[in-house]
């Protein structure tokens, strides 16, 4: 999340209007007033991760990339063994709206959501020293690592959690019904969570600069 550091600082050239040059970036569907919004939230990344979440979308039946689910099908391979528990939508909202039509049914694409207190837990039983703990926490919260996105306390989460984004699970979308999701969801994040988001899943998922030569 530094390259997204990286091009707010780049848009506060003395000639430019800062919103102005950094627009290109944001999603055009929005009103210019929203897109200010979300601009004037970035400026501030990390430091104001309250305002990931809306209550906007509580109502809808649909499944929106970002959102928390209570509880979905979870599965730790090598590990058999099929669990129920939290989650966060990967999958795009379009991929997954119930009201698309299908020539088959799709699957829908989550990462596990773990308390960040059971998550410091399990680096103490796998004797991590403290320093280097407090540190990865740290990093945790401001976004850095890019396997890893941080939820604080907010919507329905009763305490700081994070989505392992490497541990991708998916099963058929008709496990959910647009009757279950207003009562499943979690959270559903803001114009600024769902751009961070973004943002963090592309580079977790696609990175060109990666430095090598496939020839």
């Not at 970002?66 to 979870?74: A, F, N, Q, S, Y």
């Not at 129920?84 to 119930?98: E, H, L, Q, R």
């Not at 407090?134 to 329905?156: A, N, V, Y």
């Amino acid at each position: 999340m530094r390259i997204l550091r990286g091009l707010l600082a780049s848009s506060s050239g003395k000639c430019m209007n800062h919103f102005e040059d950094f627009k290109q970036y944001l999603p055009k569907y929005l009103s210019r007033e929203a897109q200010a919004n979300l601009f004037n939230d970035l400026k501030d990344f990390p430091e104001n991760l309250k305002r990931l979440y809306t209550g906007v979308l509580a109502s809808e039946s649909d499944v929106f990339q970002g959102d928390g689910l209570k509880e979905v099908l979870i599965v730790n391979l090598p590990d058999p063994t099929v669990r129920k528990g939290p989650a966060m939508v990967i999958s795009n909202t379009c991929d997954t709206s119930f009201s698309n039509a299908r020539l088959l049914s799709p699957k829908i694409a989550y990462c596990p959501l773990v308390k960040l207190s059971n998550y410091i837990t399990l680096l103490r039983r796998n004797s991590i020293p403290e320093e280097r703990i407090d540190t990865h926490i740290k990093e945790i919260r401001k976004q850095w690592i890019t396997s890893i996105f941080f939820l604080p306390k907010g919507g329905s989460l009763p305490e700081d959690c994070v989505a392992l984004l490497d541990n991708i699970n998916s099963c058929d979308v008709g496990y959910l019904s647009p009757e279950s999701v207003t009562s499943l969801r979690l959270f559903s994040l803001s114009n600024y969570g769902f751009y961070v988001f973004l943002f963090k899943l592309a580079v977790h998922l696609t990175r060109i600069r990666e430095s090598v030569d496939r020839g």
